[in-house]
């Protein structure tokens, strides 16, 4: 590649054409709307997909939980402990493996779940997609995420 081809690439990659300024910028837009709803509740972001994870599917590992995530079991511990700290949720070791810990939603973590559930239709309402819009960009970035 010659000096001045080079130098016309490089003036053409601009911050605004770049997919992952878009994704940070438009991850960053998100949690801006997520944070003051969320905390109305108490809950960080992190706090409240433990929360919607367990209530799609309850009674599953940590380690299942933090895949689920994309969080590490690092991240996860004091994460649960908070959670539980509040009566939210209970860790159980499982039957013949101490090392092995299930999470179960207790009552209060399922009525919290219950009541936050209003924050992801304001948080839509205020990105101003169709239906069909974010569904198409929720597909795109799961392709991206299994890529």
């Given at each position: 590649?010659?000096?001045?081809?080079?130098?016309?690439?490089?003036?053409?990659?601009?911050?605004?054409?770049q997919?992952?300024?878009?994704?940070?910028?438009?991850?960053?837009?998100?949690?801006?709307?997520?944070?003051?709803?969320?905390?109305?509740?108490?809950?960080?972001?992190?706090?409240?997909?433990v929360?919607?994870?367990?209530?799609?599917?309850?009674?599953?590992?940590?380690?299942?939980?933090?895949?689920?995530?994309?969080?590490?079991?690092?991240?996860m511990?004091?994460?649960?402990?908070?959670?539980?700290?509040?009566?939210?949720?209970?860790?159980?070791?499982?039957?013949?493996?101490?090392?092995?810990?299930?999470?179960?939603?207790?009552?209060?973590?399922?009525?919290?779940?219950?009541?936050?559930?209003?924050?992801?239709?304001?948080?839509?309402?205020?990105?101003e997609?169709?239906?069909?819009?974010?569904?198409?960009?929720?597909?795109?970035?799961?392709?991206?995420?299994?890529?």
């Amino acid at each position: 590649m010659s000096e001045k081809s080079a130098v016309s690439e490089a003036a053409e990659i601009t911050l605004d054409s770049q997919l992952c300024f878009a994704l940070y910028s438009a991850s960053n837009t998100i949690d801006q709307y997520y944070r003051p709803l969320l905390e109305q509740h108490d809950l960080t972001y992190a706090q409240y997909i433990v929360l919607m994870a367990l209530a799609e599917k309850d009674n599953v590992s940590i380690t299942s939980l933090a895949n689920r995530l994309g969080l590490s079991k690092a991240t996860m511990t004091p994460l649960l402990r908070r959670l539980e700290g509040r009566n939210l949720l209970r860790r159980e070791m499982a039957e013949g493996d101490e090392r092995q810990k299930f999470i179960h939603l207790t009552p209060e973590g399922r009525e919290l779940w219950s009541e936050s559930c209003k924050v992801t239709d304001k948080v839509f309402e205020k990105t101003e997609l169709t239906p069909d819009e974010a569904a198409t960009l929720v597909a795109l970035c799961k392709r991206i995420t299994r890529s």
